[in-house]
């Protein structure tokens, strides 16, 4: 069973910028991050092969870097950070990336709360 934990999250002004962290308790293929705001489906941000082969969403395309420190640690830098972007950021890992869908992925985190303020 592979465990993630994630850290990193936190409050920020637009504009700003930080840098989430999340690590396995063991290697695995395709880590990922998502994010879900109240009353809306769990959104896919960025996933990152074993290899750094990188998937982003349109929407954060230019303002988030994703990589993978090791086969256990993946990061993701934000930056230019909208209010928009508020939400709890999970991150997640699977056998393989795909099309940054969540269903396409097995194991999940617990979630780190993002907050940007106008």
């Known amino acids: 069973q592979v465990h993630l934990v994630e850290s990193g999250g936190g409050s920020v002004q637009a504009g700003g910028s930080l840098t989430l962290h999340c690590t396995a308790n063991?290697?695995?293929?395709?880590m990922g991050w998502f994010r879900q705001t109240p009353g809306k489906e769990r959104e896919g941000v960025a996933q990152?092969?074993?290899?750094?082969?990188t998937t982003y969403a349109d929407s954060v395309k230019g303002r988030f870097t994703i990589s993978r420190d090791n086969a256990k640690k993946m990061s993701l830098q934000m930056s230019g950070l909208k209010p928009e972007d508020t939400a709890m950021y999970y991150c997640?890992?699977?056998?393989?990336?795909?099309?940054?869908?969540?269903?396409?992925?097995?194991?999940w985190g617990q979630g780190t709360q993002v907050t940007v303020s106008s």
């Open positions: 990152v092969t074993k290899d750094g082969a």
């Open positions: 997640a890992a699977g056998a393989y990336c795909y099309s940054l869908r969540s269903s396409e992925y097995d194991y």
């Open positions: 063991e290697y695995i293929y395709c």
